[in-house]
């Protein structure tokens, strides 16, 4: 299993865009063969912050997402919105429910 945090920073005019186009982007991760969890989270103290947490069942299902037509739909549409480039950073889950 291997799960992955990704950083956005969205530019403050953009922030409803983003939302938009990472729920998109969540509803049909979650309809991937081996994703297990995808939430699209934002911060309270900072509504322009947004952390992505993604759980695949293997490495070769986390690079498969990398693939799909959503995916390459939510990068190319989402990196307008970046205040900054977005940092993934992969993980492997000790302790997972």
Not at 10 to 37: D, M, Q, T, W
Not at 38 to 44: H, I, K, P, T
Request: glycine residues 2%; negative net charge.
């Amino acid at each position: 299993m291997v799960a992955t945090t990704v950083i956005v920073h969205v530019k403050p005019e953009c922030v409803e865009a983003f939302k938009a186009i990472s729920l998109y982007n969540h509803e049909n991760a979650r309809k991937e063969p081996g994703n297990v969890r995808f939430d699209v989270l934002q911060s309270n103290d900072d509504p322009t912050y947004f952390t992505l947490y993604e759980v695949y069942a293997s490495p070769e299902a986390a690079k498969a997402h990398k693939e799909t037509e959503h995916y390459k739909k939510w990068r190319a549409e989402v990196e307008p919105y970046m205040a900054c480039p977005r940092q993934g950073i992969a993980h492997t889950p000790l302790a997972f429910d």
